[in-house]
């Protein structure tokens, strides 16, 4: 029969055996990870690099440049004449685009419902339109306006009070910025097909056109002066 010391032996070793760390392991515990995330793979740093925008480099684009990235058979001038009338009618736009949402949230009176409902729909379409132009704009090697003091530097249409309006001051408000676009639309239509740019027309003709004239319509109707009882 084995003796008690020798029987512990074999169990003394085995447990040395098992405390000792494996190679790998170690060198992960000596600090060959530190000020890396907590992952297994030392060479990869899990954490966000935060603040680069300070003391960034050179942007890769300037606004208001125009670069031949795409190959769509226009010339560096006629790209850079459509990217400036799109830029104004993407500035125009998005400011129509957020009276809308101003006025869906603040209208009142009588034909509360209907045009609560018509102005939330309209301001979804004239998101379409935002970003087709802004898709544009990047096709032809441009830089998309997009911030809101950018924009508002930019736009042609007049600024809206922070005030809550009556319906039909709101309805005329919306009319007033449908026509200026559309006025813009008509002109940057033609300068667009005599430059050769078929894109830039059919996109100002077969959307922002066509969208802008129904809303218009939808619109207006809501101002004529019929009664609401009574035929006369």
Not at 108 to 125: A, S
Not at 163 to 178: C, M, N, T, W
Request: with cysteine.
């Amino acid at each position: 029969m084995a003796s008690p010391a020798k029987a512990a032996a074999p169990k003394a070793a085995v447990a040395k055996k098992t405390a000792a760390p494996k190679k790998n392991e170690s060198a992960l515990a000596s600090g060959a990870n530190a000020g890396k995330g907590a992952g297994s793979n030392a060479a990869v740093d899990i954490q966000p690099r935060l603040n680069q925008q300070q003391n960034a480099p050179m942007p890769t684009q300037r606004y208001g440049t125009v670069s031949q990235r795409l190959p769509i058979g226009l010339s560096e001038s006629t790209r850079q004449e459509s990217v400036t009338m799109l830029n104004q009618l993407l500035a125009d736009t998005i400011t129509l685009r957020d009276m809308y949402k101003k006025h869906h949230w603040q209208v009142v009176g009588p034909t509360f419902y209907q045009l609560h409902l018509l102005f939330d729909k309209h301001y979804e379409e004239q998101s379409v339109l935002v970003d087709a132009i802004a898709e544009r704009i990047q096709i032809l090697g441009g830089v998309a306006i997009a911030m809101a003091h950018d924009v508002a530097e930019l736009s042609t249409i007049p600024r809206v009070p922070r005030d809550r309006e009556e319906a039909p001051i709101q309805v005329s408000r919306l009319l007033d910025g449908h026509q200026r676009i559309l006025k813009n639309c008509h002109d940057y239509a033609d300068k667009a097909d005599e430059c050769g740019d078929d894109g830039t027309n059919d996109l100002i003709v077969s959307q922002l056109v066509r969208t802008n004239e129904m809303q218009v319509w939808f619109v207006a109707e809501h101002v004529v002066d019929s009664p609401l009882t009574q035929a006369e």
